[in-house]
């Protein structure tokens, strides 16, 4: 029984791996790019490298441990007369659920309506079973591990980071407090414009190694070495700024208080209480730590597990597994009017917040997301019972359809879902 069950855990790890060497599609040892640290990122392989990144990163296993799966409830509703009010090319159009999927380079679109899946689809070759970068919505598992620290007493928002971090005192970030790291509001001078290739952005992914370092560079080469480096030009809780080198920040504050790597303390207090299915894996950089600004990879299916968890504010399984004030603080959201200076040059996120890493559009549903570029999404909203995985592979980390439609489509299904299907 006992190597019965062991074989089980081993096929369920590689399940993700025999699914892709198996639905790779023809041609893929010789006709396709090969996955490389230099262009895993790029359009011509990245719905490969989305879905299968460890080919090309060193990863760090979040382990769901030897827990009961939670079963999912499976009552499928039909979307084929689904359609929108979109936008395409700058004019309002209506928009079908096929023409969504295929403008958004959908992988997985995953639908939950009180708690049960009401709709399951699989693009580009993804499958149940696999595993897909989700890019920023690794932020929200930070900021509600960080936040449930908080609320347990074992971090205090008002303090300065370096109390908790004391390689940051006397820099930029060090004068922060842990809840302007949280809220992205540090004053701190970064750009993060994935279009321009000169943008701070670019060189902090060159300088812990997710892509290869310019030749004879001689600069910071893992995370802990590059933020000290970064210079506050403005005052703290001021306007908000997205800034991805903050949530590397937390994890370094979570790991510190905890005593623990990132990928064990996201495995004790999250990922094994929830009855996931899979393991989940992060990327790390070259002194092993996990990204927590972008690098989980997990399935959609563990991915609503999650989502269902916040929507019920915090409860699954029977079990309080993130404190019920806590997912409170993430539906309240944050200040929005810290938010104009960028939603003035992002407008489809006009009247939105950032809160624990978490964004709320402060929509007629109060609905709020995690979020990552290449159209990675765990959407929540508490009005409708709606819980919407989305996994993609975008060409580029935003593209004008995925931006201009991403929201009105969310809402508009999740209006249709509470409208047709009463709750249980």
């Known amino acids: 029984m006992m190597k019965a069950k062991q074989f089980l855990r081993s096929a369920r790890r590689l399940a993700p791996l025999l699914i892709f060497l198996t639905t790779a599609g023809p041609g893929y040892a010789g006709e396709q790019e090969a996955v490389t640290k230099a262009n895993w990122g790029n359009p011509e392989v990245n719905v490969r ?52 999927l295929e403008g958004s380079h959908t992988d997985a679109l995953l639908v939950l309506l009180n708690g049960k899946v009401v709709f399951e689809r699989y693009l580009n070759g993804m499958t149940p079973y696999q595993r897909h970068l989700m890019m920023s919505v690794t932020k929200s598992f930070v900021g509600t591990l960080t936040a449930m620290l908080i609320a347990e007493g074992e971090i205090d928002e008002k303090e300065k980071v370096s109390k908790y971090i004391p390689d940051l005192v006397g820099t930029g970030l060090g004068i922060s407090t842990v809840r302007d790291i949280l809220d992205m509001r540090t004053g701190i001078g970064y750009s993060e414009d994935y279009a321009n290739r000169d943008s701070d952005v670019w ?11 310019p030749e004879n560079y001689t600069g910071p080469e893992t995370i802990r070495e590059y933020l000290p480096h970064m210079k506050q030009i403005e005052e703290a809780n001021g306007q908000f700024q997205y800034v991805t080198p903050l949530s590397e920040v937390l994890v370094w504050l979570l790991t510190n208080v905890t005593g623990k790597p990132f990928h064990e303390v996201l495995s004790e207090r999250i990922w094994s209480q929830l009855g996931m299915e899979y393991d989940a894996q992060i990327l790390t950089e070259s002194s092993n730590q996990a990204l927590g600004g972008s690098g989980l990879t997990a399935t959609a299916r563990d991915l609503a597990r999650f989502g269902q968890m916040i929507l019920q504010r915090g409860i699954y399984n029977s079990r309080q597994v993130v404190a019920a004030d806590v997912v409170e603080g993430f539906i309240k959201g944050g200040d929005p009017e810290a938010f104009k200076r960028h939603s003035s040059k992002n407008p489809a996120e006009k009247g939105f917040s950032y809160r624990d890493q978490w964004w709320n559009t402060h929509n007629e549903h109060n609905a709020f997301t995690a979020w ?37 489509f969310f809402h508009a299904l999740s209006k249709r879902l509470m409208s047709r299907y009463s709750r249980d």
């Open 49 to 100: 490298s989305f879905q299968n990144p460890g080919f090309s990163q060193f990863t760090a296993m979040v382990s769901r441990r030897s827990t009961p799966i939670r079963k999912l409830i499976f009552t499928p509703v039909s979307l084929d007369s689904f359609s929108f009010e979109g936008t395409r090319e700058g004019k309002p159009s209506t928009i079908s659920l096929n023409e969504y």
């Open 203 to 213: 060189k902090y992914i060159s300088a812990i190694g997710l892509i290869p370092r």
């Open 372 to 408: 990552g570029v290449h159209g990675q999404f765990v959407y929540i909203d508490p009005t409708a019972n709606v819980v919407i995985v989305k996994q993609s592979s975008l060409p580029k980390a935003m593209n004008n359809f995925a931006s201009n439609n991403d929201f009105k």
